[in-house]
C-alpha cells in the first residue's frame, strides 16, 4: 500500500532540502498542491535548494509536474534547484516534465494590426518576384530550346507538337464556338435593348464588330485555354514531377525543356490565334442573330454596317495579341507544374495558381496592348 504524500523541509544555512515521500499521483493531487503551496510560501535566505525524491512510492505524470513546478518555483533569483534521488524507473517521467512549456512567456500584446498587413503585403511581393523570376527563367530555357531547334530541326518532337495542338485547338473548338457564340449574342441582346432608348439600334452592329474583333474575342478564348489547357498542363507536368519521370529523363540524358516543354508551348502558340479567329467568327455570327430575330436587322444591313464600321486593323489587333497571350499562359502553366512537390495537395495547389496565375496575365497583357495600341493608331 502506498503512503499518503509527504513533503518535508529542512534548512542548514545556505542550504534548504526537500524530502518527498508517499504516493504522488492524480488520486492525490489536492493533499500533494497543498504540500506545494506551502512549501512555496517559505522564503528561508538559502542558495541551494535539493528536492530528494528517493522516498517516493508511486509517481505518475501528474506528480511528475507537481515535482516540476516545485523546482521551478526555486529557481531564480540567485537560487539554484537540483532533484537528488531519482529512481531510475520514474528518471524519464521527470525529464519529460522538466522539457514542458520550456520557452519564456510572450509579453505584451502581439502585432498591430498595420504590422500584419505590411507583413503580408512583403510576403506577397516577395511571392510575386518569385513567380516573375521563375517565369522569365522559363522563358529564356525555351527560347534557348528553340534556338537548338533552329540548329538542329531534327531534334524538335513535331509528332508531340501535333498531339498538342489536336488536343489545345481541335478538341476545344466546340466549347469555344459555343461560348463566344452566346457572348457575341448576349452583347448584341444588351446592346439593342439600351440603344434602342435612343433609336440608335444600328450602332448595336459597330459595338459588336469593334468589341468581339479587338477585345472580348481574344480575350474569351485566352481565358477558356487557361483553364481548360493552362491546368491540363499544369497537372500533367505536376504529376510527372510527383512520379520522378522528370528526374528520370534527366537520368537518360534527356532535357525536360526539350522533350516536355517546348512541343507544349509551340502547340499552344499555334492553337490560340486559330481558336480566337473561330471564336470571333461565332461571336459576330451570333451578334447578328440577335440583331435579326431581337432587333429587326436583317443580316444585309448587319453585313454592310459591319465592313463599314470595321477595317483589317481591327481584325489584326485581335490576332497579334492572341500569340502573346499564348506563350503566357504556356509558360505559366508549365512554371507552375515543375513546381509541384510530392503531394496531392501540392499538385492541386499548383493547378488552381496556374489558372489563377494564367488568367491574370492575360488581362494585364491585354492592357498593355490597348495601351500601346491607342498610342500608335493617334
Known sequence: MSGEPLLKSAADGERLQFKAAGSWTAKHAGAIERLIDEAVRQKPAARRVEIDLAGIEHLDTYGAWLV??????????????KLVGVAENYRVLIEEAHSVNRAAPKTGHGPSRVVVVLNNIGASLADFSQSLIALVQMLGEVTAALLRVFAHPRSFRFTSMVHQIDRVGWR????????????GAIIAQQGIFH???????????????????RELGVLLVCIMVAGRSGSAYTAELGSMKMREEIDALRTMGFDPIDVLILPRIVAIVIAVP??????????LYG????????GGINPEVFLSRLRESITLDHFEVGLIKAPFMALIIGVVACVEGLEVKGSAESLGLHTTASVVKAIFMVIVLDGVFAMFFATIEK
Open 287 to 294: 451578334g447578328g442573330l440577335v440583331c435579326w430575330l431581337y
Open 195 to 213: 440603344f434602342r432608348k435612343f433609336g440608335a439600334d444600328i450602332f448595336v452592329v459597330d459595338m459588336v464588330g469593334i468589341l468581339v474583333l
Open 172 to 183: 476545344a473548338v466546340p466549347i469555344v464556338l459555343l461560348i463566344t457564340f452566346l457572348i
Open 68 to 81: 516540476e513546478r516545485l523546482m521551478r518555483a526555486w529557481n531564480g533569483d540567485g537560487r539554484e534547484a
Open 274 to 283: 486559330i481558336l480566337t479567329f473561330l471564336g470571333s467568327m461565332a461571336a
